[in-house]
């Protein structure tokens, strides 16, 4: 099935907005193993987007527009989709009531202007919005099936999930239950995890395919199946997960929804644990990291963020520290006994070398304080320009103290680092 | 003189990559007074983009290409390029040198593959690259003239400054000498601005356009103007920027490439000061930005970051906290005092309302101790879910201390607060 997306709005096509609406669309259904063959980009201009309607209708078999569904003049979606579908708008009446439900709650009067959104072309499909005034719609175009979605991101997030997709498979003919396993991990390159697990696919005949998405210092590995039900891709999967698990052993650090944060503040409620963190080096990054993802502060006490190694010893009152990883243990002691938790972490980044033949490199220090074992060190020197180290550096810091947790070795090599 | 975007590549169809080249040439362009009509994304696959530059040639007087000029086999512009221009593919032997220079710099041999990227086509203008190994070039397809560029952010955005933009506005026909100039504020919303400024463009004869760019909490507005000569639009836009400094006054917080912490930063460097902050609420991202602009380390001393007003409270050892200014100013004052800085930031956002009818909103409590005056306090009220009040906050804490710099009162309300 060839499907094209056309983004409409001068916000977007002056650059004004970053088109992130496109990325998230174009990757969630190339997950659900749809792909995308065209992208077009448009103003809020009616001859433009009678353009970009009539050539989409000539190459694509589903077309999804996104944005011109507001109540504003500038919005034409509605208008010209009718015209190219050379139908009239016609009042959707329980739309409106629902709109004027939307401002009621808010304690004001719908502006006359919304009523336009609830202006539908002739026979179209009505899609639902339950989280916003613009509802979707869907019409037949030359030889296209046209789905037209709000702009707002969230908005368009949710009907693309639960609306959207689902009719696209449909259309497709695809069998049409799918679904999409993540495994993430740090301290493995793309290509290595390729190799590693290479014959996967060809295990499972064809019904499944391997993905990844790198954005360093993480890598997404995803495993995209299809079949028959629900059952049946349970028992294709299920082997098949476990021999990723297995291949990518202490280098996974989540599944799914998780994230390293998510795993670190879940393992440390289990042992009722808390933590503090002494950094620098990392633009504060490592606390930061942890207390927005701590919702319920339960876990995360307090961060020390010095300028240096010495501007951190001075304020943990740490006398003759140095640049080491025995530095590194004294912060994490020092700060878990001042803080009075659980567990204490120290990651300190010193000035690296920049540029050269090389392309900079940079050390990292990291120390874990526990209850109950004795403090646990890591040293790396990794490899890139100083923004590259810092997100290393910070993300090495954290899965040491989610290995730690899980009982497994801190010290396993990554690929990022000197070897 | 209408002007398209041709995307290429596979990772920026599928969504992969989020598309900010495109968002970052068709910002820059306008900013030049170019604007962009037509935005098309196409794979790396040899019949989109024929037909992707046909189509393009048929509706642009000038198409920028970006990508698909690396070494590798599915990078096919020029191929395609030379193909729909009706010519042949020839070395470029300047280019092939510079290419083995660069890979010899290195200390590196260059691959045979990189020889693909001196194959330019048959009569094309050469497009220096001094950043990377693929260059560009320019050619006439159909009635459009096509600048091949390549996909790296950082190359593209050169070559299209030093290169591009040149050619095009000498296209253009416009007169070629064109200003911005930009200024940030915070604290007052795009429609406010505009109004406050309504009139100016006027004044100037139609030579000016002002532009907006909402980046909550900042907002940056644009000052374009075009002339025949420097001099000529030096004198046309002295006055005008004037005006602008004098009606957004102390809500003025930097120019052009200055940022709040970039200014923050110079002024404590004049007074030979030095920073230490305590926050909570905030992510530690009041400290997270001032130290990741304070490139020398030579003004932020440490920052600490409470989980909550009472963490905070027992890291600064400060008994009998609540969440008040008062308690903002006992933080400023203690983490100055035991950091031995010359200036203490106490920025504190205790969890505020979700939702609801209004929208949600948080406070915001702020104080700051410098030498030889009594330590400040600011509290507000911001509105929005908790994203925006952090942001807001974050903002706030750090824009009351650019104020207390400059001698400026620090509690004039902003548009986002509670009035």
């Not at 009718?82 to 959707?92: F, H, T």
Request: glycine share 12%; hydrophobic share 40%; proline share 4%.
């Amino acid at each position: 099935m060839r499907v094209e997306i056309v983004c409409t709005g001068d916000e977007v096509l002056s650059g004004k907005t970053i088109n992130t609406n496109y990325s998230h669309m174009a990757r969630r259904l190339q997950e659900v193993g749809i792909d995308v063959l065209w992208g077009t980009t448009v103003g809020d201009d009616r001859k433009s987007l009678q353009e970009a309607f009539r050539l989409a209708s000539g190459r694509a078999d589903a077309v999804i527009v996104n944005g011109g569904l507001g109540p504003t003049v500038d919005d034409l979606s509605q208008e010209v989709a009718a015209e190219a579908a050379g139908v009239g708008l016609i009042l959707n009446e329980a739309w409106l009531e629902n709109i004027q439900g939307f401002y009621k709650a808010r304690g004001r009067v719908m502006p006359p202007n919304n009523r336009k959104q609830a202006m539908l072309p002739e026979g179209s499909e009505f899609i639902d919005n339950p989280v916003g005034t613009a509802c979707g719609f869907a019409i037949d175009i030359g030889g296209a099936r046209f789905f037209f979605t709000p702009g707002v991101p969230r908005e368009i997030h949710k009907m693309l999930e639960d609306e959207i997709i689902p009719r696209l498979l449909q259309m497709s003919g695809e069998q049409a239950v799918v679904r999409l396993k993540r495994f993430h991990s740090f301290g493995l390159g793309e290509s290595r995890v390729d190799d590693m697990l290479s014959g996967l696919e060809a295990t499972a005949g064809g019904q499944v395919k391997l993905g990844f998405q790198a954005h360093y210092p993480e890598l997404e590995t995803k495993l995209l199946a299809r079949g028959p039900n629900s059952a049946a891709l349970e028992s294709l999967m299920a082997p098949l997960e476990a021999t990723i698990r297995e291949r990518l052993g202490s280098y996974l650090l989540a599944e799914d929804m998780a994230s390293l944060e998510s795993v670190i503040l879940a393992g440390l409620r289990d042992i009722d644990g808390t933590l503090a963190i002494a950094e620098c080096g990392t633009h504060g990054a490592v606390a930061g990291r942890i207390v927005a993802a701590d919702d319920a502060g339960a876990v995360f006490r307090r961060g020390g963020l010095g300028a240096s190694v010495k501007a951190l010893a001075t304020a943990l009152d740490i006398p003759d520290a140095d640049v080491s990883a025995t530095t590194a243990a004294r912060f994490a002691e020092a700060v878990k006994a001042t803080s009075r938790t659980s567990h204490g972490l120290a990651v300190m980044i010193p000035p690296g070398e920049e540029g050269g033949a090389g392309g900079g490199q940079g050390d990292v220090l990291i120390a874990i304080a526990a209850p109950g074992k004795p403090t646990q060190t890591r040293q790396a020197r990794i490899v890139g320009g100083k923004d590259r180290v810092r997100a290393g550096g910070v993300e090495m810091g954290l899965d040491c103290l989610r290995r730690s947790l899980q009982g497994l070795a801190i010290d396993d090599k990554v690929d990022f680092e000197r070897q």
